[in-house]
């Protein structure tokens, strides 16, 4: 099970730290994803770690802004948002499955989706 949480409603320029908890204890051997969709939009890649933290990977539209991290420890993963703006406005949902991949399909788990309002 993945719980998402740290949406909120903040003005450009400013941030806001997503957490993904894993309720999962081969937490340690899944790659992590974030993904987020937009009203009207189809659900789009954003960021991925691999199962160590070694390894990361950004959609060129938050590379930059956007920091993804994960505390093995702690079953949880971590999406730092930076300079955000209106248009990072989406659902955020955290994913888990065993591939290194941007396709939303491979991933195996899902959370629920936390909401993040940018307003200009």
């Known amino acids: 099970q993945l719980q998402a949480s740290g949406g909120g409603l903040v003005q450009a320029g400013g941030s806001l730290r997503l957490s993904c908890a894993v309720s999962?204890?081969?937490?340690?051997?899944?790659?992590m994803g974030w993904f987020r969709q937009a009203p009207g939009k189809e659900r789009e890649f954003v960021a991925r770690?691999?199962?160590?933290?070694?390894?990361?990977y950004y959609a060129d539209s938050v590379k930059g802004r956007f920091v993804i991290s994960r505390d093995n420890a702690k079953n949880t993963v971590y999406l730092q948002m930076n300079s955000l703006k209106p248009e990072d406005t989406a659902a955020y949902y955290c994913?888990?499955?065993?591939?290194?991949?941007?396709?939303?399909?491979?991933?195996?788990?899902w959370g629920q989706g936390t909401l993040v309002t940018v307003s200009s």
């Open positions: 994913a888990a499955g065993r591939a290194l991949t941007v396709v939303a399909g491979s991933y195996n788990y």
């Open positions: 999962e204890r081969t937490f340690s051997s899944y790659v």
């Open positions: 770690i691999s199962w160590n933290g070694a390894g990361t």
